[in-house]
C-alpha cells in the first residue's frame, strides 16, 4: 500500500521561508513522479511543482523562482523550498504520487495518492 506522509509548514511573515517534506513508502522502486499541490479555502487544489521520474521539474507561474522541488531517492522524498513567501501562498499543501503517464503534471487528477496535507500560512 503506497503511502505519503507529510511534514514541515507552519506560520511566516511575508517574504519568509518554509520547506515541506514528503516520505513515500510502498515503491517498490524510486523513479516516481511526484507533486506538489495546494488547496484554499472555498477554491480548487491547484498543482504548484511536479518532478517526473527522470527528474525534471515543472512549476506553476505563480511560484516559479520562488519554489524549488526536490528529492532525495534514497529516502524516498519529496521537497518544496519555498521563498519569498506571499499571503496568497497561504493554503493547504499535499504531496502526491502515482502519475498516471500522460498530461498536466499539474492537474490533481493525474494523481492517485495523497499525503495527508500540511497547512502553510503566510501573513503580512
Known amino acids: 500500500v503506497v503511502q505519503l506522509v507529510q511534514s514541515g509548514g507552519g506560520s ?29 479555502p472555498r477554491t480548487g487544489r491547484e498543482g504548484v511543482a511536479a518532478i517526473s521520474a527522470g527528474d525534471t521539474t515543472y512549476y506553476a507561474d505563480s511560484v516559479k523562482d520562488r519554489f524549488t522541488i526536490s528529492r532525495d531517492k534514497t529516502k524516498m522524498s519529496l521537497y518544496l523550498e519555498m521563498h519569498n513567501l506571499r499571503p496568497e501562498d ?35
Open 12 to 40: 511566516v511573515q511575508a517574504g519568509g521561508s518554509l520547506r515541506l517534506s514528503c516520505t513515500a513508502s510502498g515503491y517498490t522502486h524510486s523513479a516516481i513522479s511526484m507533486a506538489w499541490f495546494r488547496q484554499a
Open 90 to 124: 497561504s493554503a493547504m499543501y499535499y504531496c502526491a504520487s502515482g502519475f498516471m503517464g500522460t498530461g498536466d503534471r499539474l492537474w490533481e487528477k493525474n494523481y492517485s495518492y495523497w499525503g495527508q496535507g500540511t497547512q502553510v500560512t503566510v501573513s503580512s
